[in-house]
């Protein structure tokens, strides 16, 4: 039996087997994170990745090797990972903003935190700008001491809500109140409403200001010191006057509180003497 060492006759007529083509292996991205190995594969430099930067208007990859040398390439396609062809791109960084480590009031935030269950005890305020600002203060503190802030509307009315609530020990009041100084109509009310009051279950402090957006430092609406507005004109309608502001009317009023709500963003925007009142209620009605 004979044996062809060299097969079928290549000369013959006979149609080859086809030669399987073999696709070329496509890039996939890669971030250029810091320490992974790649190579180049026009020039063979193999070397870690040390940063990403652009220069020139283009984004560039700056690779050390084993000898400390670096060069630097063009980030894009042309480079392989682990015997695998790869598109370097810039590696991705988290565009979250930093959670901030103080709330508004100054006070330490504390992340994912509930907020507490309301307590019995509350504090009372005014007026809604004054509850507005103290929210945009203390608003964050509150919410986990689980202390309500409700509305007063007006002084006149303290001792007839102080009768209603009736305060106890556990359900104590703390009392906001606008323009408390010697001689003034709220001090006389005060000290109305206070007569036959628990002892420690009800404090009252106030500030001296007329209203509370005097309690606003006055640079933040372009003012050195707050106007003084003579008796007889509405304080807020002549204030707005004065800031060069709309006033007629009551909507006009509304908005230019909003306004200067507006630039209020952490306790350094407010006078020294609401800070420590309000500070000194909210301990008051969060003792344990």
């Known amino acids: 039996m004979s044996f062809d060492r060299y097969g079928a006759d290549v000369l013959s007529s006979a149609t080859p087997a086809p030669v399987p083509h073999r696709r070329r292996p496509v890039s996939r991205p890669q971030p250029a994170e810091r ?10 430099w193999v070397g870690a990745v040390v940063r990403v930067e652009k220069s020139g ?5 700056v690779l050390e090797d084993r000898a ?4 630097t390439f063009p980030l894009g396609p042309g480079f392989w990972v682990d015997g695998e062809p ?12 930093a959670a901030p480590t103080r709330t508004a009031s100054g006070s330490r935030a504390v992340a994912d935190v509930r907020a507490r269950v309301a307590r019995g005890s509350r ?25 309500v802030v409700e509305l007063l509307d007006g002084v006149d009315n303290l001792a007839e809500a102080l009768k209603d609530f009736s305060p106890t020990a556990e359900r104590r009041v703390g009392v906001l109140v606008d323009h408390l100084v010697p001689g003034s109509k709220e001090t006389r009310l005060v000290a109305e409403a206070l007569r036959g009051v628990r002892p420690g279950t009800v404090k009252v402090l106030g500030h001296p200001y007329v209203d509370v957006w005097q309690a606003v430092r006055p640079e933040r609406v372009g003012l050195t010191t707050w106007p003084v507005i003579e008796r007889g004109t509405e304080w807020k309608r002549g204030i707005l006057r004065e800031l060069g502001w709309p006033a007629a009317e009551q909507a006009d009023v509304a908005r230019g509180w909003q306004r200067i709500l507006g630039t209020v963003r952490t306790y350094a925007d407010l006078e020294p003497s609401l ?5 000194e209620l909210i301990d008051f009605v969060t003792v344990d």
């Open 57 to 61: 208007g283009m984004h560039i990859v």
């Open 275 to 279: 800070l420590g009142r309000v500070e």
């Open 86 to 97: 790869v598109e370097l791109t810039a590696p991705v960084t988290s565009r979250a903003p």
């Open 35 to 44: 320490g992974l190995v790649v190579e180049d594969v026009e020039t063979g």
């Open 68 to 71: 400390g040398r670096t060069r």
């Open 123 to 147: 504090i009372w305020v005014e007026g809604k700008h004054d509850a507005e600002l103290v929210e945009k203060v203390w608003g964050d503190d509150l919410r986990i001491e689980g202390v």
